[in-house]
């Protein structure tokens, strides 16, 4: 019997501590055909890391049954064949758990297995041409390209010398590789798409795939954090149609005059609503309709009363509409002109006159003179 430490580190013999049998050394078992390929490229490179490839390439063989290696050469090939086992699925595991030799199982396997046919290529280069981004991420719908790129290149094998020829075509299929994942971005990439397609030399599929990733951070980052919106107010409108018109009342930009606040009262929900609920400006005395005026002294009265508001751009409060619409019924009888009202109305009773003063009327819009519409 050979003691392990008589084994150099970079022995095939040697067996680290950490090389514990029943260990699945790939991701994904073996179940088939359809993942041979990537199982087997993912075992090779495991047995590589552990320095134990040769046991199943059969480069290292089995010494003579005199050899003082034997019994060492024994337990490393129990232990690869024992992670080969644990690399399959259940229903390979039992046609091989009789084995003896990892060589023989890495053989028998790569027979059953390894179909290279036109049926597998035309299926992957299908899916490689159909396959889209949807609903994935960016890196998520890259990495998934690039396995199925991975897997087809194991299946057809590229030339790989430094000639001229040889170095064209590995170009060529670069250019493939690259307008196959632009071809596959969502609509919304079509900008960034447009702009790499326009560069002169065309960029390696790498960094194509690094400037869409930076498309897409950029786009996460706005998302987060949305800008906020402008508050909507009658001098400030977010609308470009209202960015050349300009009130008349206030001179102000974004509004006409029959939306300023100033005059039609401010909104519920605006800060100064309650302060300032409607605000009346003399401005607004030539968009209302002209109402003829009897000889009366009417002074302009305030928008609101008790009990009453006016309606937005009017002259006089309803009490002043009512009083001067009597004394348009009221005919002149003589220079004593008086004026029977009927009724309660502005605060006189049945029996009251309402008598009509000489001279000069003050209304909103200037003065009329009592003399020059004695007519009436």
């Excluded at 519920?268 to 030539?286: D, I, N, R, T, Y």
């Excluded at 009512?322 to 009888?333: G, H, M």
Aim: with cysteine.
């Amino acid at each position: 019997m050979t003691n392990t430490s008589n084994f150099s580190f970079n022995d095939p013999l040697y067996l680290h501590p950490s090389d514990a049998p029943g260990v699945s050394l790939v991701l994904d078992p073996l179940i088939g055909t359809e993942n041979y390929g990537v199982w087997h490229r993912a075992m090779k490179l495991a047995l590589h890391a552990k320095n134990k490839v040769g046991f199943v390439t059969g480069d290292c063989k089995r010494p003579a049954a005199d050899s003082p290696t034997l019994y060492q050469w024994e337990r490393c090939n129990a232990v690869v064949l024992s992670w080969l086992l644990s690399s399959v699925s259940r229903e390979i595991y039992y046609g091989l758990v009789y084995s003896t030799d990892a060589s023989s199982v890495w053989a028998d396997l790569k027979e059953r297995f390894d179909k290279i046919c036109g049926s597998r290529i035309y299926a992957l280069h299908r899916e490689i041409v159909h396959f889209s981004q949807g609903s994935s991420t960016i890196s998520v719908y890259f990495s998934k390209l690039r396995q199925l790129w991975d897997e087809y290149a194991s299946l057809v094998i590229l030339p790989s010398c430094a000639c001229p020829t040889s170095t064209e075509y590995v170009k060529h299929d670069q250019h493939q590789r690259l307008i196959q994942f632009l071809m596959g971005l969502n609509e919304s990439y079509g900008a960034i798409r447009s702009q790499i397609l326009l560069m002169d030399p065309l960029p390696s599929v790498n960094q194509a795939y690094s400037l869409v990733c930076q498309e897409e951070t950029h786009r996460n980052t706005l998302a987060s954090h949305p800008i906020a919106d402008a508050p909507t107010t009658a001098f400030y409108s977010n609308s470009k149609r209202f960015d050349n018109v300009k009130c008349d009342n206030c001179n102000l930009p974004g509004h006409t005059i029959n939306h300023c606040f100033r005059l039609i009262g401010y909104p519920p929900g605006h800060k100064l609503h309650k302060k300032f609920p409607q605000v009346k400006s003399s401005k607004s005395a030539h968009h209302t309709s002209k109402v003829p005026v009897s000889n009366s002294s009417v002074s302009q009265a305030p928008s609101t009363e008790s009990g009453s508001v006016t309606s937005p751009g009017a002259m006089f409060t309803p009490s002043q509409y009512d009083q001067i619409l009597r004394l348009l019924a009221t005919s002149p009888a003589s220079n004593d002109v008086t004026a029977n009202l009927a009724g309660t109305s502005n605060g006189l009773q049945d029996s009251q006159t309402c008598p009509l003063p000489t001279g000069s009327v003050r209304l909103p819009n200037g003065t009329l003179d009592w003399e020059d519409h004695g007519d009436w």
